[in-house]
């Protein structure tokens, strides 16, 4: 097996993906745009999306880092919109939508039309998360948002079961698809909970932090095939380990703690740019079975589907807001007042993404001895949607935010938050530190006692510094004068040692625990400065 192609892939993906940093557009856009390009080029290897391979092997490390970076907290308070989103617009849009098309696309006829709707319906978590970190949405759209494309895909993947069931003569009813529905996400949950104790206790047991990781690397994917095993939902395990492991990530080493989160970082990065590449490589695999469809009558509907797929949205979003306000007392007691901006946001939001593809790949080709009916036009109207939603809503997002003026974070309001909240912690360690010293059997000569309290008064004083007045001459507050010294000093200091090791003064090991000491104690400052 040559593997110079999935190399090229990966390396060409992360490459435009870092480019994309340097640029207002958004790295999934840029990204399909380059794989769509590049599926021009002759001899471009095939990279057909194998459903076998997608869900089972990217979707849950993209889940559990997701899942990793949301909030259990926020998940919990805002867990009516993000249900009415993940589950009830995802039915909704399934069954809307694929009646809709069965109307406006004679081609298709409803069985076909309610499975392209499944395949549709739901917003992709890659998706939802990359393009809310570039633009800084509010942070409670954000939670809903990253809320939704956790949970949807498990509606998604069994709304489509139940339309395939019934598109191929299998026969399914409304009962059958409510008790799937109910097995799937039921043990999905179960499946999770089941697992987040053992785990938990084996990454809080373990010490050797490359074991950690190890066992980090291993858990999202542990989650998804025994969920998958007992016919749960995958997608729901990932996400209900991911995020009881995220909460008390706090118990971990903190050495396992900074690798995982490189660790994780890295991992996303590589898997996001890869997965939205491949989306427009699949362009040629799409058009291929196509000769039967006139040109304008392709583009007629894509467009049709496009505009359902959106305007099917809003039609849920707006109700599902203002409805259960206006119906009941505790929830507008409970919830923030709502106008109709963050509705229009969370209604534009809707970018559909890998796992749409990989779903509508798994159509059978042949069902009942019979061709698929319309299965061709389906993943050809699944890709434009996905281009369609990235390209016009993603490129769209970023000015609609502007224009509707959002409030933005309150950037002092926060750091005000941080000292306050560090400056609590270190009156507790003080109060610690003064309780270690009167034992005398922690004795320490007093340069280095005074050195622990100045660390103590270093972490207090470093917030309540950025928020006082600016260096005239530098523009820096005295805070980052510091941390600028600082790191020019552990320079000199690592410049030191690389110089003793080249003379043969030191060897590479002792150079090595040299320059971790000052490369953890570099981390420490930017981690403060963050």
Excluded: C
Excluded at 320 to 341: G, N
């Amino acid at each position: 097996m040559d593997a110079t192609p999935l190399l090229a892939l990966v390396a060409v993906s992360a490459a435009v993906a870092g480019l994309a940093r340097r640029t207002p557009v958004p790295a999934p856009l840029l990204l399909v745009a380059v794989g769509i390009a590049a599926s021009f080029v002759p001899g471009m290897p095939d990279f057909t999306l194998d459903p076998h391979i997608v869900l089972p092997l990217l979707l849950p490390p993209l889940l559990h880092t997701a899942a990793l970076e949301s909030s259990y907290l926020d998940l919990r308070a805002n867990l009516r919109p993000v249900a009415l989103l993940s589950v009830g617009y995802v039915l909704f849009a399934t069954v809307t939508v694929g009646w809709l098309v069965s109307l406006l696309v004679p081609a298709l006829p409803l069985a076909s039309a309610l499975v392209l709707g499944a395949v549709i319906a739901p917003p992709d978590a890659v998706a939802a998360t990359a393009i809310a970190r570039k633009l800084g949405l509010p942070p409670r759209i954000t939670a809903i948002l990253q809320g939704e494309s956790l949970v949807n895909d498990a509606t998604a993947i069994t709304a489509y079961k139940v339309a395939l069931g019934a598109a191929v003569g299998v026969g399914a009813s409304w009962g059958t698809g409510v008790r799937e529905f109910l097995v799937a996400a039921v043990g999905g949950v179960g499946v999770g909970l089941l697992l987040t104790l053992p785990l938990h206790w084996l990454r809080t047991r373990l010490r050797e932090p490359i074991l950690q990781n190890t066992l980090s690397l291993l858990i999202p994917f542990v989650a998804y095939a025994t969920a998958e095993h007992v016919h749960a939902s995958g997608v729901l395990a990932v996400v209900v380990v991911a995020l009881f492991l995220g909460h008390r990530s706090w118990k971990v080493d903190f050495a396992t703690r900074l690798q995982e989160e490189a660790v994780w970082k890295m991992v996303s990065f590589v898997l996001e740019s890869v997965v939205f590449t491949l989306i427009g490589l699949q362009l040629p695999v799409v058009l291929r079975g196509l000769g039967q469809y006139g040109g304008g009558e392709l583009l007629r509907y894509a467009v049709v589907v496009f505009v359902l797929v959106v305007a099917v949205r809003f039609v849920w979003v707006f109700p599902a807001t203002s409805v259960p306000r206006r119906l009941s007392r505790r929830i507008r007691a409970r919830e923030p007042d709502v106008d109709w901006k963050g509705p229009v946001i969370v209604g534009w939001a809707g970018m559909r993404g890998v796992v749409s593809l990989a779903i509508a790949f798994s159509i059978p080709v042949v069902a009942d001895g019979k061709p698929f009916p319309g299965r061709d036009l389906i993943l050809f109207l699944t890709f434009t949607t996905v281009i369609g939603t990235l390209g016009v809503q993603g490129v769209t997002l970023a000015p609609l935010i502007r224009a509707l003026k959002l409030p933005k974070r309150d950037a002092h309001r926060a750091t005000l938050q941080e000292a306050q909240a560090q400056s609590e912690a270190s009156t507790a360690a003080e109060a610690r530190l003064a309780e270690l010293l009167a034992d005398e059997r922690n004795a320490l000569p007093g340069p280095l006692a005074d050195r622990l309290r100045a660390v103590l008064e270093r972490r207090r004083n470093a917030v309540w510094e950025r928020l006082g007045t600016v260096n005239e001459a530098t523009g820096e507050s005295a805070d980052a004068t510091y941390r600028r010294m600082a790191r020019e000093v552990i320079d000199v200091e690592r410049a030191v040692f690389v110089e003793l090791r080249d003379a043969r003064r030191i060897d590479d090991e002792l150079m090595r625990v040299l320059l971790r000491r000052l490369d953890l104690e570099e981390a420490a400052g930017w981690r403060e400065a963050e």
